[in-house]
């Protein structure tokens, strides 16, 4: 290039230092725009559908005979009763949990290690009774567990048992029924976690001398725990809610909060005393959220050391 | 951290890999020698690293015998074999430190404490990386990845290392400079090493010999310079190196170039189809006036010129309507003897210097 041109060059970058700043900015602020005006709608559905309730859930809590008062909670923490209740809500929710890891887990496993086409067959059996409706799915555990059930005929026609067990109307039943629902919702998110496992981690575990068995519990199984994790939590917090299922199998043996929220909202229109329950609910339930973030953040820690 | 075992030999015998009707390998047969820094070299889908997982222990062979230091390990499972091997993606575990990586061979192997420790140490020194040991593996860069899945890689002094690609994800200088890097710690260490590369260059640099590999079969193992200087086929002249192919025929005993015979000092492998002179674009000379004898002349006009820094590409279109290619450094007194776009150019290939390969093996 000539010196001239260099020159030319130079001028015209010295002469106008901030060339086309003012309009290059004001399209950034126009494309900001743009993009709030895109996520106006979504907004103001979570808004309307999610946030308003919740709030209008909060403030029912706190009114008592039209005016503020914190009654409610008082009762809550006045009453045995009350305390029980969310005891043996949190029991139920975390055993079947813990046996919906157990059952789902080794299935996950199986399915991320067959091969696509395979997998994607055998989730068709875990997604089948995912669409089928729930109160079809409760009631037909009620027709094999009862007293004169196929299940009780099965094993008394073995003579494994003289009489028959009591299978439903009781927390066994309730036990049961929970666990086969809440199954999928462990085991889809767990199964997409494993299958994002690159397999190269193990042939690097086995090439450095570790046997499948130590391979699978040194380096696949640390690696699975978010996704696992994901998949439990959202099986617990649905448990925490579930009413139609241990209502029908539990045959009022076992009482949740979720039946309890029935009670006070449908039968004695208690509104504030259901809003509350719901409230302590929601803030137990962040509880946990928030306590097994600092678990895991704490994992995290300790994984650096 | 010098390896304390006596380096193995490795046998490939009559390996083959089937999958339904595709031949992976077809029939290979490959010896190392204990000690030695082999590559396999080919393009991609040639089987190269199917031979490589064979080895590792990843994938069976559908029949042959793989043989370490005399046995049969063919149907032994990877975690015994007793290799280390990197991976194209380093496969370093990404929930564990640096430490914990380079030392889960020797806790696999049940080694105390305080040995872990000192070998750990010793394999992130002998990387450079002793500062990194702390680190979580999000925190490193491609290029300390590579070396953390190195130091892993020998930390438990292996009988074999095999690296499959282990540079393709570095950028060009780094990738120069851990292959020097590979090369010295293969000295030191002096153990039998089975590198997988596709590129040629990689292979030249690094190798005491390339295994040339593609659809599947051995065409050819030398030593890096006879592997450019003689290549066998068609494929490997293409393959290593820059060069131009241009098809010769048998004319009563000699090669010719049309109607021009050949000049050749080197002896023509045998083969089978037709046969291709290679030329080189660094071994040609320019000639000015009559080609001296045993020079082979090519005579043509210049196409066009490329400038790449420290040598520059002339194409030139020979009077048969072929191309050539002229490589050059850039000194001033190079660049000013040359011939400019659209001019005339005579060109020598010394008969020492020419190659004519067949198409195929026979």
């Not at chain 2, 002094?157 to 293969?186: F, G, N």
């Amino acid at each position: 290039m000539s010196a001239t041109g260099i020159e030319s060059l130079a001028a015209r970058r010295a002469g106008r230092p901030d060339a086309n700043a003012p309009e290059l900015a004001a399209d950034e602020r126009r494309e900001r725009l743009h993009l709030f005006g895109l996520s106006l709608p979504a907004l103001l559905v979570i808004g309307i559908v999610a946030f308003l309730p919740t709030a209008w859930l909060f403030w029912l809590s706190f009114i008592d005979e039209g005016s503020f008062s914190l009654a409610h909670y008082e009762r809550m923490v006045r009453e045995a009763s009350y305390l029980r209740i969310f005891w043996s809500t949190f029991e139920i929710s975390a055993v079947v949990t813990v046996i919906a890891i157990l059952l789902g887990y080794p299935l996950a496993y199986l399915l991320s290690q067959l091969s696509e086409r395979a997998a994607s067959l055998l989730l068709i059996l875990v997604l089948v009774p995912f669409w089928t409706s729930l109160l079809v799915r409760t009631y037909a555990w009620l027709v094999l567990l009862q007293r004169r059930g196929v299940i009780n005929d099965w094993l008394q026609g073995l003579g494994l048992v003289d009489a028959p067990l009591r299978l439903v109307h009781n927390y066994t039943g309730t036990l049961i029924g929970m666990t086969h629902i809440m199954l999928p919702f462990l085991i889809l998110p767990t199964y997409a976690a494993l299958r994002t496992i690159d397999r190269d981690y193990l042939k690097a575990a086995a090439s450095l001398g570790a046997s499948p068995l130590r391979a699978f519990w040194t380096v696949f199984f640390p690696l699975s725990l978010p996704g696992l994790m994901a998949g439990a939590l959202l099986v617990f917090v649905l448990c925490l809610g579930f009413y139609v299922t241990p209502a029908l199998l539990g045959g009022g043996r076992v009482l949740l909060v979720s039946m309890k929220i029935q009670q006070n909202a449908g039968m004695y229109f208690e509104w504030g005393a259901a809003s509350a329950m719901g409230v302590i609910l929601l803030v137990a339930t962040l509880g946990i959220f928030w306590g097994l973030g600092r678990l895991v953040s704490l994992d995290r820690v300790m994984g650096e050391r | 951290m010098a390896s304390n075992r006596a380096s193995v030999s490795i046998a490939f015998r009559s390996i083959s890999k089937h999958y339904g009707t595709f031949k992976a390998l077809d029939r290979i047969e490959l010896e190392i020698e204990a000690g030695e820094f082999l590559t396999l070299l080919g393009p991609s889908g040639s089987g190269k690293t199917t031979l490589l997982m064979l080895l590792a222990g990843f994938a069976r062979p559908s029949s042959g015998v793989i043989e370490v230091a005399g046995s049969d390990i063919t149907r032994m499972p990877p975690h015994r074999r007793d290799f280390g091997v990197v991976f194209q993606n380093y496969a370093l575990f990404p929930h564990m430190s640096v430490t914990e990586n380079v030392g889960y061979p020797l806790r696999m192997r049940r080694c105390p404490r305080e040995e872990i420790d000192r070998r750990v140490a010793d394999a992130l020194e002998l990387v450079q990386l002793g500062h990194l040991a702390e680190r979580r593996i999000d925190q490193l860069s491609g290029g300390q990845r590579q070396r953390i899945a190195l130091a892993r890689a020998v930390v438990f002094s292996p009988r074999v290392l095999l690296m499959d690609e282990p540079l393709s994800a570095l950028d060009k200088k780094l990738r120069e400079q851990m292959q020097i890097e590979i090369r010295h710690l293969h000295e030191r260490l002096g153990i039998t090493t089975i590198y997988v590369t596709h590129d040629q260059r990689e292979a030249l640099t690094m190798s005491d010999r390339v295994a040339v590999i593609d659809g599947g079969r051995l065409i050819q193992l030398e030593e890096p310079a006879s592997l450019y200087a003689h290549p066998a086929t068609r494929f490997v002249a293409d393959f290593i190196g820059e060069s131009t192919l241009l098809p010769v025929a048998r004319q009563a005993g000699r090669f010719a170039y049309g109607e021009q015979p050949v000049s050749i000092a080197n002896p023509v492998p045998p083969g089978a189809g037709e046969h291709w002179l290679v030329v080189r674009p660094e071994r040609l000379v320019l000639l000015d006036g009559a080609a001296p004898d045993g020079i082979n002349r090519f005579t043509g006009t210049v196409e066009d010129v490329v400038f790449q820094g420290e040598t520059l590409l002339a194409r030139v279109r020979l009077a048969t309507g072929d191309m050539l290619s002229l490589r050059r450094d850039t000194r001033r007194e190079v660049m000013a003897g040359l011939p400019r776009t659209g001019e005339p150019i005579s060109l020598g290939l010394a008969a020492e210097e020419t190659v004519i390969v067949p198409e195929r093996a026979p």
